[in-house]
């Protein structure tokens, strides 16, 4: 192990009234090969209505800390920048209170000296459904990369959600990335591609490294009637790239979110079901983009 005078991970767990998982989400980790020194679990709750703080409380370990925000902020941004400013680990995760990580991925990565040199590193994903369990965005951890180019690992800009990726807590902190307390939906989208900025050397591993929960008594997915809002921040996603230098990563980005987030959603269930002039407006909108000198 590479790493010995502080720890190596600190896990940012988000929580609200998750009073049925924060346990297992807990439990995943303290129940890890590796050995507490070398972790931090930092449980960031946005003032949660349940028993979730007393859970919280109740384990007697040294490596836990419990933060409550002094008021809702109403989704995951403001936790996640709070568990950012408390950190010390090496790499930060954050895992959501109803998701969990796989047995033995803390150990896998801290005994390996290559993976420990990478600025990011990603497992892969399971997504547990009512009845099977699935690969989530199975191109990133088909094989074992060691410290690519960003570039160079397939489908990377897809997916930008937070599960099974540990990131180096300096290069967040020197470059003063956070998730954008502003934005309803696509916080993850903006982070991660500000982040891809000054990612140089990434490894993904076959390893399982977390579990996200996707039950029916689980459902965290956004409702479809903010199928628009979602598009308005993708828009101001797009916008952001486009004030940046024209660069090799800047393109690929520009190219994910053209393609799979804005023309990608004309052919969904939702866009195809709303009303006539929703759809006249998006496509005014999108216009205006895709007439862009650059994009043209």
Do not use: W
């Not at 397939?154 to 599960?163: K, S």
Request: charged letters at 25%; proline letters at 2%; a negative charge.
């Amino acid at each position: 192990m590479l790493f010995k005078s502080k720890k190596l991970f600190s896990i940012i767990i988000t929580s609200y009234n998750n009073e049925d998982k924060i346990e297992r989400a807990i439990d995943s980790i303290l129940n890890q090969s590796l050995d507490s020194r070398n972790y931090e679990i930092i449980v960031v709750d946005d003032c949660s209505t349940d028993n979730t703080q007393n859970l919280v409380n109740k384990y007697n370990s040294k490596n836990i800390k419990l933060i409550v925000l002094d008021q809702n902020s109403g989704g995951p941004s403001k936790p996640r920048n709070t568990g950012i400013k408390e950190a010390t680990g090496k790499y930060v995760y954050f895992l959501d209170a109803d998701d969990y990580l796989a047995p033995g991925i803390l150990d896998r990565i801290a005994n390996d000296d290559e993976l420990l040199k990478s600025d990011m590193i990603i497992g892969r994903t399971i997504r547990r459904n009512d009845n099977s369990l699935t690969v989530h965005a199975r191109f990133m951890s088909n094989e074992n990369r060691y410290n690519y180019n960003i570039n160079e690992v397939p489908y990377i800009y897809n997916h930008f959600g937070p599960p099974s990726k540990f990131m180096k807590l300096t290069i967040i902190q020197k470059n003063n990335i956070i998730f954008p307390e502003d934005l309803h939906f696509g916080e993850d989208k903006l982070f991660f591609t500000k982040l891809s900025q000054f990612i140089t050397k990434v490894s993904t591993i076959t390893d399982d490294s977390s579990f996200i929960d996707r039950t029916t008594s689980n459902q965290s997915l956004t409702k479809s009637i903010n199928f628009y809002k979602k598009r308005e921040s993708d828009l101001q996603i797009i916008d952001y790239l486009l004030d940046q230098e024209v660069n090799e990563k800047n393109i690929k980005l520009l190219n994910r979110f053209l393609e799979f987030d804005l023309l990608k959603s004309c052919n969904s269930f939702v866009f195809l079901n709303s009303e006539k002039t929703e759809q006249i407006n998006y496509f005014n909108q999108i216009s205006d983009v895709f007439n862009n000198q650059l994009i043209k």
